[in-house]
């Protein structure tokens, strides 16, 4: 038998460690003495002494320790439990490395010269709704406002009420950029049922997530916002999602994808 001490040295584990480990049940004493209250461990605790600093060095917690020692005898299902555990700890340092890339790209753009803070980029994930659409062809952006007319009558014509948030996007389906003749469709979520017009289409949007920027100003401020956001997932190592068929999978997943950006439209 060994004495506290002893054991301490042997084990690489400190008296105090070794009385808390005890008072938690994580690693009782072999005999304690009823008279003096001296704990005495055996030479066949230390390989147990041994498995605890290996736990203790890959940050799990006391707790997980004796769930570990106490239901996974054998090495199979120890593998297995410690394989899940490495995948948790490499999904905290994926949050923490993209929570440390916002902080460096904020500190390293606030004094970028802009009417737009970028640091009002956020990532947001929009969940799958319903939505009307408007699509057509528009002479000049500012003339969105003319889809927005058409698809308001058609929602009160056949009494459809707005979601909760009521996303108001506008989707410009041009390639490349073009001053005149747009292609540009307007989407609205709403809640309840409704049918297809020759004007207005009913449809489901699947779950995205987006890189959104709010900001107050002027229309003539969006290819400034435009420009704030796609330097923003460029500086946070995000890729644009281009136009892909609904329910196909992405190419690439070592990043995640997102839209192009969209301009919320008023409400009607």
Request: with cysteine.
């Amino acid at each position: 038998m060994l004495k506290i001490g002893e054991f301490s040295v042997l084990s690489q584990i400190s008296i105090y460690m070794l009385r808390h480990y005890d008072e938690i049940g994580l690693l009782i004493p072999e005999q304690v003495d009823e008279f003096t209250g001296y704990r005495y461990y055996s030479e066949r605790q230390l390989p147990i002494a041994g498995k605890i600093q290996a736990l203790k060095s890959m940050g799990l917690s006391l707790n997980l320790m004796k769930e570990i020692l106490t239901k996974y005898a054998d090495n199979a299902g120890l593998k297995t439990y410690l394989e899940l555990q490495a995948i948790e700890q490499k999904e905290k340092i994926e949050h923490m490395q993209k929570q440390l890339n916002l902080l460096e790209t904020t500190i390293a753009n606030l004094d970028h010269a802009s009417d737009i803070p970028l640091y009002s980029v956020a990532l947001k994930r929009i969940p799958a709704h319903y939505v009307i659409s408007v699509r057509g062809i528009i002479e000049t952006p500012d003339k969105e406002a003319e889809l927005w007319e058409r698809l308001a009558q058609e929602r009160k014509r056949q009494k459809i009420q707005f979601a909760n948030p009521a996303w108001n996007i506008a989707v410009f389906h041009d390639e490349g950029f073009q001053e005149r003749d747009l292609d540009v469709e307007i989407q609205q979520a709403v809640i309840g049922k409704c049918h297809d017009t020759d004007v207005m289409k009913c449809k489901k949007v699947e779950e995205i997530t987006a890189a959104t920027l709010t900001f107050k100003g002027r229309y003539e401020l969006l290819p400034q916002a435009n420009e704030e956001i796609i330097r923003w997932i460029g500086d946070n190592q995000y890729k644009l999602d281009g136009n892909r068929p609904p329910h196909q999978k992405p190419e690439r997943l070592s990043l995640p994808l997102l839209p192009m950006p969209h301009w919320e439209g008023p409400q009607f």
